[in-house]
Each structure stands twice: as C-alpha cells, then as structure tokens.
C-alpha cells in the first residue's frame, strides 16, 4: 500500500514510501512517472520490484526498484 508520500524526480521518475504489516520500504520507479496518478489514488497496488542497494552520501540502504505497477484486481 502507498503511504502517501511519493513525488516525481527529474520529470521521469517516481519516489515513494511502501508500507506492508507495519513495514515501510522506499523506493524509486525509473521512467514511471506517467503512471503518479495511480499513486495519487491511494488504493491498493500491485508491484513488480526487484530489491537494490542505494548508495547516497556514504550510507548505504536496501529499496525497492518498481519496475511497473497496477491497481490491486486491476488487469491493466
């Protein structure tokens, strides 16, 4: 499920915070930045996502990598 926060970098990409049984993990969806309004909505998502390293500033931390996402039931 979004949490509410995501927002569209660089015009092409989309960062968000995920949250599942009281886990939140972000992440960032490379070229999906057409498909923010899905995210606006609020709704259960279902996710394609492979898990990857960030390195920023020294610190290294786990996200997700969305490679494309739906609406839950949704046969987009």
Request: proline content about 3%; glycine content about 8%; aromatic content about 10%.
């Amino acid at each position: 499920m979004n949490t509410g926060w995501s927002k569209i970098v660089k015009e092409q990409h989309i960062k968000f915070s995920l949250k599942q049984n009281q886990v939140i993990l972000s992440g960032i969806g490379f070229g999906l930045a057409a498909k923010f309004p899905l995210l606006e909505k609020k709704e259960p998502l279902d996710i394609v996502f492979k898990v990857d390293e960030n390195e920023w500033n020294g610190t290294r931390t786990l996200q997700l990598r969305m490679i494309d996402f739906r609406l839950s039931g949704t046969q987009e």
